[in-house]
């Protein structure tokens, strides 16, 4: 009787010995991860220092057509102009309004802005139909010849440019294709989300600019999503949405910002419109990655300053 009670205890003794053991191991195991995700993982130090074999990038030209307004021209748009736009062959932003009563350093910095001289456009989220309409047809009309790739960004899309060059340098400018991040439903074939950025070949907008100059076409002028009407009309004109997704399936362009991506963050429309299954962790973001969106001007400086360092900036 004594001799059991006494192994029983001992038993007893025994297993909380084990389970405080184990409990000490796995919160090491939690630390450890946590701490290492967090120190030696960031995703930011991560993902935009990605830098793969760029040989290729320089033999491919693009223009880059830059939405912005009155509102975010001296904030977004200077930050874009200060960082990411400057590495593209030839950058215009597309602002339909400039502020007045500005001050001397505001005009001067306006100035140093390459605004493209479009008339007619119309200020807000109704118009951008219109707006991109517009662009296209000057980037056709004053540079059809001089570059192979034509790209629609915001001001609050950050842009990885060689990336994107690297990208297209294995592309074919004469095929009547685009490229983005693949949204399903609205279009056959697809459409690219506007603010992650897309990108037209150059016979794309040859046959973009043809179909809206054609009195029978299809295009709608002005209204509707921008870029479920601009992808409507390429399709009209048999032009296709490409693929942009890498070996790993991880996206190259982004509808979001690095952090949502990451964190997995996503939006029910999200799963619902997207042509791939969106990733987190790591496999959100190809190491060849392009863009983000819904970035801000403090956001524009820290991911330029994180990938190039500070000599990158102009300011
Ligand atoms: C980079 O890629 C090119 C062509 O794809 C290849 O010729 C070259 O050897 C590569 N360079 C390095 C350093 O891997
Ligand atoms: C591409 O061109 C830029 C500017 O001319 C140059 O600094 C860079 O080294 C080139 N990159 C490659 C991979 O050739
Ligand atoms: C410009 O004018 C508006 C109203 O007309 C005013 O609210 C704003 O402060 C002015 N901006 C500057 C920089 O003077
Ligand atoms: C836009 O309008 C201005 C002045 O009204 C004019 O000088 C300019 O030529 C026009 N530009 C285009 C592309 O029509
Ligand atoms: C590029 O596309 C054009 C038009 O489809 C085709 O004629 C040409 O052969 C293609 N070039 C390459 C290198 O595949
Ligand atoms: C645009 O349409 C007009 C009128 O139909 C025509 O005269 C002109 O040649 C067309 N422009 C181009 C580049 O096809």
């Given at each position: 009787m004594k001799c059991n009670l006494i192994s029983s205890r001992i038993r007893k003794k025994r297993s909380i010995r084990i389970g405080v053991g184990i409990s000490i191991f796995v919160l090491i195991i939690v630390f450890y991860i946590h701490y290492g995700l967090n120190s030696n993982l960031d995703p930011y130090e991560t993902i935009l220092h990605y830098r793969h074999n760029q040989t290729g990038q320089n033999l491919t030209r693009i223009l880059c057509l830059i939405f912005t307004s009155a509102n975010t021209l001296l904030t977004r748009a200077r930050a874009v102009h200060e960082t990411w736009?400057?590495?593209?062959d030839k950058y215009y932003f597309i602002c339909e309004i400039i502020p007045k009563n500005l001050t001397h350093n505001e005009i001067q910095l306006i100035k140093s802005m390459p605004i493209a001289s479009i008339n007619n456009t119309l200020p807000g989220y109704n118009h951008l139909t219109l707006k991109s309409r517009l662009s296209f047809h000057f980037a056709y009309e004053h540079h059809q010849n001089d570059f192979d790739w034509f790209v629609k960004a915001d001001d609050d899309t950050y842009l990885i440019v060689e990336n994107l060059k690297l990208f297209l340098s294995?592309?074919?400018?004469?095929?009547p294709i685009t490229f983005g991040y693949n949204f399903k439903p609205y279009v056959p074939n697809g459409y690219h989300s506007g603010g992650a950025s897309y990108v037209l070949s150059r016979e794309a907008l040859r046959r973009f600019y043809l179909a809206n100059n054609d009195?029978?076409?299809?295009?709608?002028?002005?209204?509707?999503?921008e870029d479920i009407e601009i992808a409507k009309c390429l399709r009209s004109v048999g032009v296709l949405a490409g693929k942009s997704i890498d070996q790993h399936k991880r996206?190259?362009?982004?509808?979001?910002d690095l952090n949502d991506h990451f964190f997995g963050n996503f939006p029910d429309w999200l799963g619902e419109y997207a042509e791939n299954q969106p990733l987190s962790g790591?496999?959100?973001?190809?190491?060849d990655t392009i863009s983000f969106h819904y970035v801000s001007a403090d956001e524009q400086y820290k991911m330029d300053r994180i990938r190039y360092g500070a000599r990158s900036l102009i300011a």
């Open positions: 736009a400057s590495r593209c294995k592309q074919n400018k004469s095929e009195s029978k076409s299809q295009c709608q002028e002005d209204g509707g999503g996206e190259r362009f982004h509808p979001l790591f496999d959100c973001c190809s190491e």
